[in-house]
């Protein structure tokens, strides 16, 4: 029942194989089995749950059930759920409990989407391996010894070892489509504004943009038509109309043209991921694809200008944790001025990656240094986007690996920032230009999974998603599910 | 190279506590985050406008009319100490 997909559980439930109840204590003691080690749940919302399975057996005894209804699935703890704790991963917000419901947790909701739980990420999705999380690490259901990718790690591998069926996740440089790659599962961020970020905890609000990790990209649509939409409640909410993307990703196959910036294919991509790289071009060539090789002059550039423009948000974001209206706050001293204070529930509250990046922040708009780095990062920042404007006037996608190298060892980037940023170097861009993107995976280097990434023009997640089902459909790298959880 | 007296500075601009022991560790991850992103200082960016997010299209404006509703109640439930709707903090004297 687990190895199943999203699109075959909603079939199963509708003709009523199996009932919503029986799906959802299914994969409660998936969780309770696997999740000792896995780590990758925070919260188990197992009584909700079930309370939501039987309303959902009712919708669908009464013929009132929408795609989604009693199909389970897990949010990354970045999304506020009322009543349910909502930690961002971090200490600050261990005894947090949402006052209200993310947009997304309500469409998801009232769609009929059962809530499993909330899954563990980097602290506050600042990370690329999920080491960064208050309540450590998540490891890598093909091994366990190795990281599942940050900052949604705990979404990706929750769904890998199909102890959830599908997650939502969040993805301001890489923190849906990293972990999906090194996961072997598939991975959308959506164009900016696409998904409504209200109830969102915010790290970097001009990148943030929430996603799906999913089996396959037909999934992905299945999710991603509740969850897209106009919110005005969100000021960056794009008013734009959902396309049906379920029903889009079926239609026939279109030529396609897609851009490969051989830049991509240098000294720092791991060979044997080039290899398998390669090989799922030629495959998207044999379903009627052309392949094209472009420049993209300025996207050795994205790591720098992403590093400074996200601490700076960043440090302006998290501001708002200062100890009084909600968070974390330390015993009180004698002889605390009021800066102590804050100083002290900020320290104490905040792991040592979320300092770094507020202390960059902080530096690089302070006076003397804002026009050298802020605005320099935001100058770049343009050159990377209207590099990707420029290739979309002659292709339908750029292709390109999702990470530089299959997953790696936990412990073995920690110590140094810069060698844990780099693995961000090819899925940055996308969240500089806006831009929506998708890991898919694409094969095995050393038995552990690869992923291929498509990025595509502003609102194009139809196409996208239809090229990743159409890819799926001749390839079976998605439904590979690691030994232990097979 | 960014010195312990900078990380103070930082440290005292963001309200932030950075401890003796944790100022050498911030001290080098900081120094080496500053040094990779100075890349950027090498880019001839004349004439190019900055791009502060990713619309573009003017930022909505909605009619300037009350839709809250009153929910201090729920929200100071996750406040560490809260008096008649207040939200306390430590006795200060400044």
Redesign the interface.
């Known amino acids: 029942m687990h190895t199943r997909t999203l699109a075959q559980l909603s079939a199963d439930l509708r003709a009523r194989r199996i009932s919503a109840t029986e799906l959802t204590i299914h994969f409660l003691d998936r969780i309770a089995k696997h999740d000792a080690i896995l780590n990758s749940f925070i919260t188990v919302t197992a009584e909700q749950a079930l309370a939501a399975a039987a309303a959902a057996d009712q919708r669908l005894a009464s013929g009132d059930a929408a795609p989604l209804t009693g199909v389970p699935l897990a949010h990354k703890d970045i999304f506020c759920t009322a009543g349910v704790k909502t930690t961002c991963a971090s200490k600050m917000l261990d005894?947090?409990?949402a006052?209200y419901d993310a947009t997304i947790v309500e469409r998801l909701q009232n769609a009929g989407a059962v809530l499993l739980g909330k899954t563990n990420m980097d602290e506050f999705a600042m990370g690329s391996s999920n080491e960064t999380s208050f309540y450590g690490p998540v490891r890598n259901p093909w091994d366990h010894a190795l990281v599942p990718g940050g900052s949604s790690g705990g979404s990706a591998a929750a769904v890998a070892a199909r102890i959830a069926p599908a997650a939502t996740g969040t993805d301001t440089g890489g923190s849906i489509r990293q972990p999906a790659a090194l996961t072997g599962i598939t991975g959308l961020k959506p164009t900016?504004?696409r998904v409504s970020r209200y109830g969102m905890i915010a790290f970097a609000?001009?990148l943030d943009q929430a996603g799906v990790l999913t089996q396959t990209a037909e999934d992905a649509a299945l999710l991603l038509e509740v969850m897209a939409g106009f919110d005005?409640r969100d000021?960056?909410s794009?008013?734009e109309p959902v396309p049906p993307y379920s029903k889009l990703v079926n239609e026939p196959w279109e030529r396609i043209t897609i851009g490969v910036p051989e830049s991509f294919f240098d000294e720092g991509l791991d060979a044997d991921n080039a290899s398998a790289l390669r090989a799922a071009l030629k495959e998207f060539e044999k379903l009627g694809a052309t392949l094209k090789p472009i420049t993209l002059d300025?996207i050795h550039?994205s790591?720098?200008?992403y590093?400074?423009v996200a601490p700076a948000e960043a440090?302006s974001n998290l501001?708002r944790f200062?100890?009084?209206?909600?968070?974390y706050?330390s015993p009180?001293q004698p002889g605390?001025?009021?800066?102590a204070?804050?100083?002290?529930n900020?320290?104490?509250g905040?792991g040592?990656e979320v300092?770094?990046r507020?202390?960059?922040g902080?530096?690089?708009l302070?006076a003397g240094y804002f026009d050298?780095?802020y605005?320099?990062?935001?100058?770049?920042?343009?050159?990377v986007?209207d590099d990707f404007a420029r290739a979309f006037r002659d292709v339908d996608f750029v292709a390109g690996p999702t990470t530089p190298a299959p997953a790696f060892g936990l412990g073995q980037k920690t110590g140094?920032?810069?060698q844990m940023?780099l693995n961000d170097i090819y899925t940055i861009g996308a969240n500089?230009?806006?831009?929506p993107a998708m890991s898919l995976p694409c094969g095995f280097v050393r038995n552990l999974p690869v992923g291929l990434q498509l990025v595509a023009p502003?609102l194009h997640e139809a196409q996208l998603l239809k090229a990743g089902h159409h890819f799926q459909r001749a390839t079976d790298w998605h439904a590979r599910v690691p030994g232990h959880y097979a | 190279m960014?010195r312990p007296d900078d990380?103070r500075r930082?440290?005292?601009?963001?309200?932030?506590?950075?401890?003796d022991a944790?100022i050498a560790?911030?001290s080098t991850?900081?120094s080496?985050?500053?040094a990779?992103?100075?890349?950027?200082?090498a880019?001839d960016?004349a004439g190019?406008?900055?791009?502060?997010?990713?619309?573009d299209r003017p930022?909505?404006l909605?009619a300037d009319v009350v839709t809250d509703v009153d929910?201090h109640e729920?929200?100071?439930?996750?406040?560490?100490?809260v008096e008649r709707g207040l939200?306390l903090?430590?006795k200060?004297i400044?």
């Open positions: 005894n947090f409990v006052p900016y504004g609000s001009s005005e000021s960056t794009l008013d300025y550039l790591v720098p200008a590093y400074v440090s501001s200062d100890g009084v209206r909600f968070g706050r009180a605390d001025d009021l800066n204070f804050y100083m002290r900020r320290g104490e905040f040592p300092k770094r507020i202390l960059t902080t530096y690089v302070s050298a780095y605005l320099q990062a935001q100058k770049v920042r343009k050159l986007s140094d920032p810069i940023y500089l230009a806006g831009l502003p | 960014l990380i930082l440290s005292r601009l963001a309200r932030l506590e950075v401890t944790e560790d911030v991850k900081l080496s985050i500053v990779m992103v100075d890349q950027l200082q880019v960016t190019v406008p900055p791009m502060a997010h990713p619309l930022q909505r909605r929910r729920i929200y100071q439930r996750n406040a560490a100490e939200y903090v430590p200060v400044e």
